[in-house]
């Protein structure tokens, strides 16, 4: 029996499905007395430092769970329950941590983008029970802005590159944490969850150590998702945003199925668009919670939702936060929301009034879930004009003219799926997100959406060279190439392909085949 504490921020949800997965059945703590008397413990942290604490406190769930860790008895911390374990954070220098090990948390600062996304290597640095099987070339899911800097080094357990070296694993005694998230981290995460789970004293050294490792740039599959005019849930596809074929809503699958697909072809993450969202409440659209519970039970990698996350007030007067809409997601499996509409409304806002009220949802989500958990889904278009001074807009020098020969454009944002132009760009909107605490920016490009011809790479440069947070590439991959050509000629941490993957014209494998030896790529 595994003990859980969830003390309510992120996915506990996927921990839940990988350990139960595993044969291993679990019970929620739900008093204090649940950590004293726990025989394993499994603590994941999703979110920020201070409200973890606070709430721990609040909960009366310090003082067991640090006599619980003085115990020696099997622990085993995920990311945040990893920071927990030392003297104090960056991210929240008032509020001391347990104090079990000596050392602080800091945050990232180099010249890459933080959060540090993705997968990533482990340098094994000592013999470990946990590690029993894994060859050592393995690749883990990171998602983090701080890491630990640990005082004793007989304590670290492996490192992992990332413009420095940091810690990625502890192990202390009985104690074991990981900076990556094993349960999102597919087969190697799960192996190191079983071997976790089956104890002993043996201890393994795998066959390799790699040193320094890599990030990998990631290979996404988006679902873009809608009822159809049956009222089935279905996997749609647009072409430049219009999703009718005959005046039919076009049907290439069922969601869950197609998650589990990509799964198995080796996709690093998936993404889920409700893109009806701005128009029926997600919250009263149950379907989508389904289907990230079903798919969060047998696909172990990151998953992000978007659609419809905004404050919202429903036919009997009852209003929802965003927070809330978004924490339903989380709760039903999903790792990262993403916000489409709403961010657009509200940087639009904020350039009018210069005011961070902290009231937003980028601002609330991320101060309660992290940065990291929140991405904003960009859905621009292009707009020529004759010269830059033309607008009050960032303007791009273009190769590829405008009907009349125009040499410079703009990248419009729009709400609404596209059916609502705003007078704000993507550059702007991207800068702005990223100062109300936006974690990632999903770059789509309504002019590409759908078109086979390639990415934009003129905006992805420019969103790209705007912002120090990691960027998803979105929109126009027809081939293999056009992912290398994404990967070399700009600086994207990921990119994103719906089409070709759905109507199987590219399979993901094809593309991890194709990218190896190339690019750094999780094979
Ligand atoms: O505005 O917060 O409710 O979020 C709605 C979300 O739904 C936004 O993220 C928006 O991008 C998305 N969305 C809305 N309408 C559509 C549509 O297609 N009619 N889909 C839509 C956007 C774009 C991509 C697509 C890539 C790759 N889909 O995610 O998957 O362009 O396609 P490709 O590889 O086939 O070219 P809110």
New binding site residues.
């Given amino acids: 029996m595994i003990t859980l504490l969830d003390y309510g921020a992120g996915n506990v949800r996927s921990v839940v499905n990988a350990i139960e997965k595993l044969g291993e059945s679990i019970k929620m703590v739900e008093t204090h007395d649940d950590i004293l008397s726990a025989e394993k413990l499994i603590f994941p942290g999703v979110g920020n430092f201070s409200s973890m604490i606070r709430i721990l406190g609040q909960k009366n769930y310090l003082k067991p769970l640090k006599s619980y860790l003085e115990s020696n008895r099997p622990f085993f911390g995920i990311c945040l329950g990893l920071h927990a374990l030392f003297d104090q954070s960056e991210e929240a220098p008032d509020l001391p941590g347990l104090g079990i090990l000596k050392g602080v948390v800091k945050k990232f600062n180099i010249d890459r983008s933080v959060p540090h996304i993705g997968w990533n290597g482990i340098c094994v640095k000592q013999p470990s029970q946990i590690l029993s099987h894994l060859n050592g070339n393995e690749k883990f899911y990171f998602v983090h802005s701080y890491y630990v800097d640990c005082k004793d080094d007989v304590n670290v357990l492996t490192t992992t590159h990332y413009g420095i070296e940091f810690v990625s694993s502890i192990q202390h005694q009985n104690l074991i944490a990981t900076q990556f998230h094993p349960e999102k981290s597919g087969a190697p995460g799960r192996l190191l969850l079983k071997n976790f789970i089956k104890g002993g004293n043996d201890k393994a050294m795998p066959l390799s150590v790699s040193t320094p490792t890599h990030l990998s740039k990631r290979i996404i599959a988006?679902l873009?998702v809608r009822a159809n005019d049956n009222g089935d849930l279905v996997v749609?596809?647009?072409d430049q945003?219009?999703?009718r074929e005959n005046g039919t809503v076009r049907n290439l699958g069922r969601p869950v199925e197609l998650a589990k697909r990509y799964y198995k072809e080796g996709a690093d993450e998936i993404?889920f668009?409700?893109?009806?969202?701005?128009r029926d409440f997600p919250l009263e659209d149950m379907p989508m919670i389904e289907v990230l519970k079903q798919t969060s039970k047998s696909v172990f990698v990151p998953l992000t939702i978007?659609?419809?996350?905004?404050d919202y007030t429903d036919k009997n007067g009852r209003h929802y936060s965003a927070l809330e809409v978004a924490e339903e997601y989380f709760r039903s499996g999903a790792d990262k929301i993403?916000?489409?509409?709403?961010?657009v409304l509200i940087a639009e806002k904020y350039i009018k009034t210069g005011n961070l009220t902290g009231e937003s949802s980028i601002e609330r989500i991320s101060e309660v879930y992290g940065c990291q958990a929140v991405v904003i889904?960009i859905?621009p278009r292009r707009v020529y004009v004759d010269a830059p001074d033309k607008v009050n807009h960032h303007v791009i020098e273009t190769t590829i003219y405008g009907p009349n020969n125009e040499k410079f454009c703009w990248y419009q944002c729009t709400?609404?799926?596209?059916r609502e132009g705003r007078d704000i760009d993507a550059v702007t909107l991207a800068r702005v997100c990223e100062k109300l605490g936006a974690g990632e920016i999903?770059l789509?490009?309504i002019d590409?959406?759908?078109?086979?011809s390639g990415f934009d790479i003129e905006l992805i440069n420019a969103v790209k060279g705007a912002v120090s947070i990691p960027v998803i590439a979105?929109?126009?991959?027809g081939c293999v190439e056009h992912f290398l050509e994404v990967f070399e000629k700009t600086g994207v941490e990921a990119a994103?392909?719906?089409?070709?993957?759905h109507r199987r014209e590219v399979p993901i494998t094809e593309v991890k085949t194709f990218l190896k030896d190339k690019v750094e790529i999780r094979f």
């Fill in positions: 988006c873009d749609t596809k647009g945003y219009d999703v993404t668009l409700n893109i009806t969202g701005f978007g659609g419809g996350i905004r993403s916000i489409g509409s709403d961010a889904s859905d709400i609404k799926g596209g999903l789509n490009c590409k959406d759908g078109t086979k979105s929109s126009g991959a994103l392909a719906a089409g070709i993957f």
